[in-house]
């Protein structure tokens, strides 16, 4: 008989999960929508890739190749790496449940920093584990306290670099003390979505230690400087005996032939790649001065969005701020749910969506309707 006791009921962890809540993506009606929420780059995608994802207009009930071969081996190419040790799937979010849902079973323990990117708890919960949460030192990662927090239960610990929302990375000495700290058991998720952003000289994405060692594994994305989000894109590199794990639970055709082919063709347009390095080194700079010339604090960041702190002060609060932009159009993040409810995260967007959003805060801070 069917009642509600018995009905079926998911697994320990799974109604723990808060659903992740994407980047808002409208305006008021008539008012022209600057999406500054998500990460995604003004650029848009290299029209290398638009055009390629169009050649698979005609063959869609054609399945894909289930190994994306010529994704892999044009990432390969790319980076001077052994395609055999690439992984695609859809979006580096898919990657990080697989290494999740391979390496972390039940009561074992994944960590991340506070404000790491929410995807990591998601992951851990779903897959039956405990998420530890470690605190982070001026919204940066803090190597000794990931360190602490490592027990005999550890099986994943999970760092964004640089990290979303805050904006804030480690160089690469902080990232081998961290890996020359874990026990060999646990898999260090190097996860640098952000990576073709940065400019300081003592950063590295990770491809350097996944090749020496056999527990790291560095994911990255084609959603933000690629310009492919919405084709749901990601790629992994990582120790043969990782990506064989990977492989045997991912589904066999994880990857769309439109991806697979967007994704070969964006790779290979480096001069996109720089433009959007180029537009963004520019509008991070003068976005940053400008908001810190209206008293704002932001984190000093070095991927394509800024973390922008707001007083407590009634009529100045984050949460008023984002009413008052959004009103004009301009949606940035809330970052609540990243722990910092006195902070708005914005992506650097066209040089239109930067100066409209300056122009709105001075207003917003004035008083101005
Ligand atoms: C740090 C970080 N990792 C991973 C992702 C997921 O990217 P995607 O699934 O689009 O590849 C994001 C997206 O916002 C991110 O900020």
């Not at 780059?41 to 289930?66: C, F, N, R």
């Not at 506070?114 to 998601?122: A, K, N, Q, S, T």
């Not at 992506?347 to 207003?363: K, Q």
Request: hydrophobic share 45%; with cysteine; proline share 6%.
């Amino acid at each position: 008989m069917a009642n509600a006791a018995s009905r079926p009921v998911p697994r320990p962890g799974v109604l723990d999960i808060q659903a992740y809540v994407p980047g808002k993506s409208a305006a008021p009606a008539g008012v022209k929508l600057h999406k500054l929420s998500s990460n995604e780059t003004p650029l848009g995608p290299s029209p290398k890739a638009v055009a390629a994802y169009g050649s698979i207009a005609g063959k869609l009930e054609l399945y894909p190749d289930g190994s994306s071969t010529k994704l892999r081996e044009a990432i390969a190419g790319r980076y001077g790496l052994d395609a055999n040790r690439i992984l695609c799937g859809t979006g580096s979010d898919e990657l990080l449940q697989l290494i999740t849902k391979a390496y972390l079973g039940d009561c074992d323990e994944g960590v991340f920093t506070e404000h790491g990117f929410l995807v990591y708890r998601i992951a851990i919960l779903a897959a039956g584990g405990k998420p530890v949460v470690v605190k982070e030192k001026n919204f940066t990662a803090d190597v000794d306290a990931i360190l602490a927090a490592v027990t005999p239960k550890t099986k994943i610990v999970f760092l964004a670099n640089p990290n979303n929302p805050t904006g804030t990375y480690l160089p690469f000495d902080e990232v081998k003390r961290l890996h020359a700290g874990l026990p060999g058991n646990v898999l260090l998720v190097l996860d640098a979505a952000y990576a073709e952003y940065v400019r300081r000289n003592d950063y590295a994405s990770g491809l350097e230690l996944v090749a020496e060692s056999e527990n790291v594994v560095m994911t990255r994305t084609f959603s933000k400087i690629y310009g492919l989000a919405n084709l749901r894109l990601g790629w992994l590199y990582g120790p043969a005996h990782v990506v064989d794990a990977l492989d045997r639970i991912r589904g066999p055709f994880n990857v769309n032939g439109a991806a697979i082919e967007a994704g070969a063709a964006a790779i290979a347009d480096e001069a996109h790649v720089a433009s959007a390095i180029e537009h963004n080194d520019k509008w991070l700079a003068w976005t940053t001065v400008e908001l810190e010339k209206l008293g704002l604090s932001v984190t000093p960041s070095v991927g394509n969005f800024i973390l922008i702190h707001f007083p407590a002060t009634p009529g100045k609060t984050a949460r008023e701020a984002d009413a008052f932009l959004t009103q004009r159009g301009l949606i940035l993040r809330a970052v609540a749910a990243y722990g910092l409810p006195d902070a708005l995260r914005m992506t650097i967007g066209s040089e239109e969506a930067n100066r409209l959003v300056v122009a709105a805060l001075t207003d917003f801070l004035a008083g101005k309707a």
